[in-house]
Every structure is written in structure tokens, then in C-alpha cells.
């Protein structure tokens, strides 16, 4: 029995693109903030440790504007955000397969 869960997650905070050029403090409290935000949305909407080897995610970016954007940096970008659905799903995301 498969179960699906939609989680949507805010746009990453700018300082988490990898074509940022903020001090790593900077980084590193964003992506911890964002991490944090990730579980919590993700908890809200049942997403508790699963009972499962692996995950498969499929992830749709609506950016907040109409600028064009590389694929390999918007998910650089909710890496941490990623990460944050990993640790209340219980499943590391190595384990995860993507659809994108």
C-alpha cells in the first residue's frame, strides 16, 4: 500500500542558490530556518516516519517570477528544504528516488 503526501514547500530563501554570494553564516542560518519551516509543513500534512526503504518524490517548481532558472540550481536551492521532509519522513534522502 503506497501513500502520497503533498508537501509545498515556500521558494528558498535567495542566500540558499548556489549563485549567491553571502558569507556562509548567512547560508547556514537560512538553510537551518528552512530546514526547520520543511519538517514542520511536512509533519502538518501527516508526513511522520514512514515505515519504508525507499521514497519516491516528484518535485514542481513555480517560481515567483517569470525569470528563466537552471533545474540543477533550484534543487541545490531546497536542498536543505529537502533534507527537512527527509528527517520527519524518517528516510535519508539517498534513499530517495526523483521525478522532476
Known amino acids: 500500500m503506497s501513500k502520497e503526501y503533498l508537501i509545498r514547500l515556500p521558494w528558498f530563501p535567495h542566500v540558499l542558490s548556489p549563485n549567491a554570494r553571502a558569507h556562509w553564516t548567512k547560508r547556514a542560518a537560512a538553510a537551518k530556518k528552512y530546514r526547520a519551516e520543511a519538517m514542520l509543513l511536512a509533519q502538518a500534512m501527516g508526513c511522520r516516519v514512514l515505515l519504508a526503504d525507499s521514497l519516491t518524490v516528484e518535485i ?22 529537502l533534507d527537512g521532509i527527509a528527517d520527519s519522513a524518517g528516510i535519508d534522502d539517498s534513499k530517495w528516488h526523483y521525478g522532476i
Open 60 to 81: 514542481t517548481f513555480y517560481p515567483p517570477d517569470n525569470r528563466a532558472r537552471d533545474t540543477d540550481n533550484m534543487l541545490a536551492g531546497i536542498k536543505s528544504g
